[in-house]
């Protein structure tokens, strides 16, 4: 009997210690069925020798099919030993919850398991305050595990020792108060964790609704994580509510092949000591944080990252007041991921301004000396960061990456050694509205932001800051700031979207260097927002660049005229100014956005590709485009400059010559839709090749028109042009405008072109023609159209009307070609408000061999322009056209012979040879 007692006395003190060992005198007891009971009264247990607690290793089972009846077991006193298995749960169909309340006493586990089980939708409390002598699991015993709620608080019992609450099961286990107060100096280290070996357990989470405390007098530490597991299975969470009192240190993470979430519902998560060590991905895989209720801010001292770290979710997460060191340590030949951050959220604030983010290696040959930051989200470093790249290879140094379609923001004035990389599709901003944020190397080698698709660097400065930074690949620049003025030396703007200003502050952007990258082919574009300004003061690109820029608004270029640039596209609605540069795009097309103003200063030469002019855009100044320009609905030429043009110019649509410009053609001009109205004046010869040219004032043209087969030129209404033109198979068309062109003397009449009338409505168009005379002196000889008259006879004519005047007292064949001619028409002339026979109205007598209503062609009768065969007039009612010669001017148009004026034709030699007697030459 002695032996037995004494046995039980040393397994008691086993126990005491924080030590698990089974003994012979332990019990498992099992709960009756009956609603609210005594714990401390042996009838509530079976066996009912004794109550669960009263020797070591006493195991209780609250669980059965108790057919929804609420189990509630009170504790009256405090067990005088800890458990070292717990199991609630009620597995009847409808289940009732299991509760162990107190009523005076509390709960003591050693080592223990608890196991949640029954059907899921039970719920399982334990209220009763816990002494925790060793570890807490809570387990399964069944497949069907249900949550757990703990609201007692958990009392680590005892001396110095180290302490465990773990979740090891799929369910949510949520705890209360935690008191981690020992009265040894050293404290006590209390790991709370998800997840177990098993690889199906990982999803596992722990809500920690209460307050963590240690009383204020010990250096307690925390320890929060995932323990082990798979990592295809998912993730497992702790989520803080409660706003934790500690003092000690903090380390998140505790494995190596766990990620889990870390779920920050207040910012008193890590304990209320700011100078307590916040440590990060001690072991993890993958330490994901999350700001949850709202934005959150944790504020340490110091903080140490030394795994893969993440933020996810809605709400911002802010590290305040921090020195933050990233350091590698390498395990198991993982360290290529090592120090990686993720932002998928909205916000991550990393630091604040003063203080320091150290990248730290010791591995002098380590190659994997990457950190990217990833995610969707916004990550702002406000700490200045620097490593100890400046002692290892030059391959070593450390490279920091915005590796996801999210914007790291980096405020601090920065002296990492490595390069920074976009190689995601996301943004690297510095600055963010203030007068700091760089990347400068602190052993003076270059900066250099590059990437591997298409990203953004983002300049945000609102002071004059200048950098030696080289950005390229193809990612794109976007400066703003309110004010702001950023220079950047060596800088090329390669295929991303580049845009200067925000669209509301002025900014400016000031590069030295080239600005197209050397191996780009896809081609750059600025658009500048309406208070951005791009300045661009040297260009250094050979003969050899196949990069082309598209720019916007507004873009001052000014370097010397033997630099050399690839333009491709103009874009954004704005101007375009290159002052004395020499600008060649004979490799690649030039093309303008829309509504965009493009002007080359004197001296300025654009090289022998094609040129795209659209729609609302404007190509002027005062220099010399050597290859072909194409205009769609935009204008060519600006007020005040000469424009010269070395090949061809095509127009679609609405396009035009800029009021009063110059713009010198060479290789003519081809209207391929629409209609060119020149506004201004081309210069030199002008050659139209096809479609409808309209001169819209009278210095249209400043010298000689060719009108070839397929084109056409419309002289606006009341504008008059003079020029020589040639017809050589197209048109001149008078849309109530004239033609008055200087003819020499002894000049044939019939270079006056056939001239074409286009009057929307109204008649079917008519075209005139002096097919035949020749000019007594010097002329000036004016021809129009008109589609009305006021003849009182006018429902008579059938063709437009024509004005001719300025032959004098010349002898000339006069034809007029419309459809509609027929047997005895003629040629009428507005005589005394009527419309009669042309010849009648002639001054000279009739010729001897004078023809009366000659039914052919001019050319077929024989006549000539002379006085022998003057008063003859015939039609062609084949050819469509009537006919006369004649020696007077006035307005002409074509008429049937009703039989009315039958009788007046024929006797108008003898009638009218008293008027002619009077007519004075014209």
């Given at each position: 009997?002695?032996n037995?007692?004494?046995?039980r006395?040393?397994?008691g003190?086993?126990a005491?210690?924080?030590l698990?060992?089974?003994?012979a005198f332990?019990?498992?007891?099992?709960?009756?069925?009956?609603?609210?009971?005594?714990?401390?009264?042996?009838?509530?247990?079976?066996?009912?020798?004794?109550t669960p607690?009263g020797?070591a290793?006493d195991?209780?089972?609250?669980?059965?099919?108790?057919?929804?009846?609420?189990q509630?077991v009170?504790?009256s006193?405090?067990l005088?030993?800890?458990?070292?298995?717990?199991?609630?749960?009620?597995?009847?169909?409808?289940?009732?919850?299991?509760t162990?309340?107190t009523?005076?006493?509390?709960l003591?586990?050693?080592a223990a398991?608890?196991?949640?089980n029954?059907?899921?939708g039970?719920?399982?409390?334990?209220?009763?305050?816990?002494?925790?002598?060793?570890?807490?699991?809570v387990?399964?015993?069944?497949a069907?595990t249900?949550?757990l709620?703990i609201?007692?608080?958990i009392t680590p019992?005892?001396?110095?020792a180290?302490r465990?609450i773990?979740?090891?099961g799929?369910?949510?286990?949520?705890l209360?108060d935690i008191?981690?107060?020992?009265?040894?100096?050293a404290?006590v280290i209390l790991?709370?964790?998800a997840g177990?070996?098993?690889?199906g357990?990982?999803?596992s989470n722990?809500?920690?609704n209460?307050?963590?405390?240690?009383g204020?007098?010990?250096?307690?530490?925390m320890?929060?994580?995932?323990?082990?597991?798979?990592?295809?299975?998912g993730?497992?969470?702790?989520?803080?509510n409660g706003?934790?009192?500690?003092?000690?240190?903090?380390?998140?993470g505790?494995?190596s092949?766990?990620h889990?979430?870390?779920k920050?519902?207040t910012d008193?998560?890590?304990?209320?000591?700011?100078?307590a060590?916040?440590?990060i991905g001690?072991g993890s895989a993958?330490?994901i944080?999350?700001?949850v209720?709202s934005d959150?801010?944790?504020?340490k001292?110091?903080t140490?990252?030394n795994?893969q770290?993440s933020f996810?979710?809605?709400?911002?997460?802010s590290?305040?007041?921090?020195?933050?060191?990233?350091?590698?340590?390498p395990s198991?030949?993982?360290?290529?991921?090592?120090?990686?951050i993720?932002?998928?959220?909205?916000?991550?604030t990393?630091?604040?301004?003063?203080?320091n983010?150290?990248?730290n290696?010791?591995?002098?040959?380590?190659?994997?000396?990457?950190?990217d930051?990833?995610?969707?989200?916004t990550t702002?470093i406000?700490?200045?960061?620097?490593?100890n790249?400046?002692t290892?290879?030059?391959a070593s140094?450390?490279?920091?990456?915005?590796?996801g379609t999210?914007?790291?923001?980096?405020?601090?004035n920065?002296?990492y050694?490595?390069?920074?990389?976009i190689s995601g599709?996301g943004?690297?901003q510095?600055?963010?509205?203030?007068?700091?944020g760089s990347i400068?190397?602190a052993?003076?080698?270059?900066?250099?932001?590059n990437?591997?698709?298409?990203?953004?660097l983002?300049?945000?400065r609102?002071?004059a800051?200048?950098?030696?930074l080289?950005?390229n690949g193809?990612?794109g620049?976007?400066?703003?700031?309110?004010g702001?003025?950023?220079?950047l030396?060596?800088?090329?703007?390669?295929?991303?979207?580049n845009?200067i200003?925000?669209?509301?502050?002025?900014s400016?952007?000031i590069?030295?260097?080239a600005?197209v990258?050397?191996a780009s082919?896809?081609?750059a574009t600025i658009?500048?927002?309406?208070?951005g300004?791009?300045?661009?003061?040297?260009?250094?690109?050979?003969?050899?660049?196949?990069?082309l820029?598209?720019?916007g608004q507004?873009?001052?270029?000014?370097?010397?005229?033997?630099s050399?640039a690839y333009?491709?596209?103009i874009?954004s609605?704005t101007?375009?100014?290159?002052g004395?540069?020499?600008?060649?795009?004979?490799?690649g097309?030039?093309?303008?956005?829309?509504?965009?103003?493009l002007?080359?200063?004197?001296?300025?030469?654009?090289g022998?590709?094609t040129?795209t002019v659209?729609a609302g855009?404007t190509?002027?100044?005062?220099?010399?485009?050597?290859?072909?320009v194409?205009?769609?609905?935009?204008t060519i030429?600006n007020?005040?400059n000469?424009?010269?043009?070395?090949?061809?110019?095509?127009?679609?649509?609405?396009?035009?010559v800029?009021t009063g410009s110059?713009v010198i053609?060479?290789?003519?001009?081809t209207?391929a839709?629409?209609?060119?109205?020149?506004?201004?004046?081309?210069?030199?010869?002008?050659?139209?090749?096809g479609?409808?040219?309209?001169?819209?004032n009278?210095?249209a043209?400043?010298?000689?028109v060719t009108i070839?087969a397929?084109g056409?030129?419309?002289?606006?209404?009341?504008?008059?042009?003079g020029?020589?033109?040639?017809l050589a198979?197209?048109?001149?068309a008078?849309?109530g405008?004239?033609?008055?062109?200087?003819?020499?003397a002894?000049?044939s009449?019939?270079?006056v072109?056939?001239?074409?009338?286009?009057?929307a409505?109204g008649?079917p168009?008519t075209t005139?023609?002096?097919?035949?005379?020749?000019?007594g002196g010097?002329r000036?000889?004016?021809t129009?159209?008109?589609?009305?008259?006021?003849?009182?006879?006018?429902?008579?004519?059938?063709s437009?009307?024509?004005?001719?005047?300025?032959?004098?007292g010349?002898i000339f064949?006069l034809?007029?070609?419309?459809s509609?001619v027929?047997d005895n028409?003629?040629i009428g002339w507005?005589?005394n408000?009527s419309?009669?026979?042309?010849?009648n109205g002639?001054?000279?007598s009739v010729?001897?061999?004078?023809?009366?209503?000659?039914?052919g062609?001019f050319?077929?009768?024989?006549?000539t322009?002379?006085?022998?065969?003057?008063?003859?007039y015939?039609?062609?009612?084949?050819?469509?056209?009537?006919?006369?010669?004649?020696?007077?001017?006035s307005d002409f148009?074509?008429?049937?012979?009703?039989?009315t004026?039958?009788?007046?034709?024929?006797?108008?030699?003898?009638?009218?040879?008293?008027y002619r007697?009077?007519?004075?030459?014209?």
């Amino acid at each position: 009997m002695n032996n037995k007692n004494n046995t039980r006395i040393l397994l008691g003190a086993i126990a005491a210690l924080g030590l698990s060992a089974p003994s012979a005198f332990a019990v498992a007891y099992t709960l009756a069925p009956g609603g609210t009971q005594d714990w401390n009264t042996a009838a509530t247990w079976s066996p009912s020798t004794g109550t669960p607690g009263g020797a070591a290793g006493d195991t209780a089972t609250l669980s059965g099919n108790f057919t929804g009846v609420n189990q509630v077991v009170n504790i009256s006193t405090t067990l005088a030993n800890g458990l070292t298995t717990l199991t609630l749960g009620d597995t009847s169909v409808t289940p009732g919850s299991t509760t162990i309340g107190t009523s005076g006493g509390s709960l003591s586990l050693n080592a223990a398991t608890i196991n949640s089980n029954g059907t899921v939708g039970a719920v399982n409390t334990i209220t009763a305050p816990i002494s925790q002598t060793g570890g807490i699991t809570v387990g399964a015993a069944v497949a069907n595990t249900n949550n757990l709620t703990i609201s007692g608080k958990i009392t680590p019992a005892g001396v110095a020792a180290s302490r465990a609450i773990e979740n090891s099961g799929m369910k949510t286990v949520t705890l209360g108060d935690i008191d981690i107060t020992s009265g040894s100096t050293a404290g006590v280290i209390l790991t709370v964790r998800a997840g177990t070996t098993a690889a199906g357990t990982i999803g596992s989470n722990l809500i920690l609704n209460g307050t963590i405390a240690d009383g204020g007098t010990v250096s307690g530490a925390m320890i929060f994580g995932a323990r082990s597991g798979n990592l295809t299975a998912g993730t497992s969470s702790i989520q803080f509510n409660g706003s934790n009192t500690y003092t000690g240190a903090t380390t998140l993470g505790i494995q190596s092949n766990v990620h889990t979430v870390y779920k920050i519902n207040t910012d008193q998560a890590f304990g209320g000591n700011a100078s307590a060590l916040l440590t990060i991905g001690a072991g993890s895989a993958n330490n994901i944080l999350e700001a949850v209720g709202s934005d959150r801010t944790i504020t340490k001292s110091t903080t140490t990252i030394n795994r893969q770290i993440s933020f996810q979710g809605n709400n911002s997460l802010s590290f305040a007041a921090n020195t933050i060191k990233m350091s590698n340590g390498p395990s198991g030949g993982l360290s290529f991921i090592n120090n990686n951050i993720s932002a998928s959220g909205k916000t991550v604030t990393l630091g604040s301004v003063g203080s320091n983010l150290y990248f730290n290696d010791t591995n002098t040959t380590d190659l994997y000396r990457l950190r990217d930051v990833a995610g969707a989200g916004t990550t702002i470093i406000n700490s200045s960061m620097s490593d100890n790249s400046g002692t290892v290879d030059a391959a070593s140094r450390m490279v920091l990456a915005q590796a996801g379609t999210g914007t790291l923001v980096l405020t601090g004035n920065n002296t990492y050694q490595g390069a920074t990389r976009i190689s995601g599709t996301g943004s690297v901003q510095l600055g963010n509205g203030g007068t700091t944020g760089s990347i400068a190397p602190a052993n003076g080698l270059a900066a250099v932001v590059n990437g591997t698709a298409a990203g953004t660097l983002v300049l945000n400065r609102t002071d004059a800051y200048s950098s030696a930074l080289t950005a390229n690949g193809p990612i794109g620049i976007t400066q703003k700031g309110n004010g702001g003025s950023v220079t950047l030396s060596n800088t090329q703007f390669n295929s991303g979207n580049n845009i200067i200003g925000d669209g509301t502050n002025p900014s400016t952007l000031i590069v030295n260097g080239a600005y197209v990258a050397q191996a780009s082919t896809t081609g750059a574009t600025i658009a500048n927002s309406a208070n951005g300004q791009l300045a661009i003061n040297t260009v250094t690109l050979t003969a050899g660049n196949t990069g082309l820029l598209k720019v916007g608004q507004p873009v001052y270029i000014t370097g010397n005229a033997s630099s050399v640039a690839y333009v491709d596209s103009i874009t954004s609605s704005t101007t375009f100014k290159v002052g004395g540069l020499q600008v060649s795009n004979s490799v690649g097309p030039l093309a303008t956005g829309t509504g965009v103003s493009l002007t080359f200063g004197a001296g300025s030469a654009l090289g022998t590709g094609t040129t795209t002019v659209n729609a609302g855009s404007t190509l002027g100044g005062s220099g010399t485009v050597a290859g072909a320009v194409t205009l769609n609905s935009a204008t060519i030429g600006n007020s005040g400059n000469t424009l010269t043009l070395g090949s061809s110019l095509t127009t679609n649509g609405s396009s035009n010559v800029g009021t009063g410009s110059t713009v010198i053609t060479y290789s003519g001009i081809t209207v391929a839709s629409g209609a060119l109205t020149v506004n201004g004046t081309l210069g030199g010869t002008t050659v139209i090749n096809g479609g409808t040219v309209i001169a819209a004032n009278n210095n249209a043209f400043s010298g000689s028109v060719t009108i070839n087969a397929g084109g056409k030129l419309s002289i606006g209404t009341g504008v008059t042009i003079g020029n020589a033109i040639t017809l050589a198979g197209g048109t001149l068309a008078l849309a109530g405008g004239t033609y008055a062109p200087v003819l020499g003397a002894a000049s044939s009449y019939s270079s006056v072109i056939p001239l074409t009338s286009s009057f929307a409505g109204g008649k079917p168009d008519t075209t005139a023609s002096l097919i035949g005379g020749t000019t007594g002196g010097s002329r000036t000889v004016s021809t129009s159209f008109s589609d009305t008259s006021t003849a009182s006879n006018d429902n008579l004519r059938f063709s437009d009307v024509l004005s001719l005047s300025g032959t004098g007292g010349d002898i000339f064949v006069l034809q007029v070609s419309v459809s509609g001619v027929s047997d005895n028409t003629w040629i009428g002339w507005l005589y005394n408000g009527s419309w009669v026979n042309a010849v009648n109205g002639n001054v000279g007598s009739v010729g001897s061999s004078a023809l009366s209503a000659y039914a052919g062609s001019f050319a077929s009768s024989g006549a000539t322009a002379s006085a022998d065969y003057l008063g003859s007039y015939g039609y062609d009612s084949a050819g469509g056209t009537v006919w006369a010669v004649i020696d007077h001017n006035s307005d002409f148009a074509a008429i049937p012979e009703p039989s009315t004026c039958a009788a007046l034709a024929g006797l108008g030699i003898l009638g009218l040879a008293a008027y002619r007697r009077r007519r004075s030459r014209a």
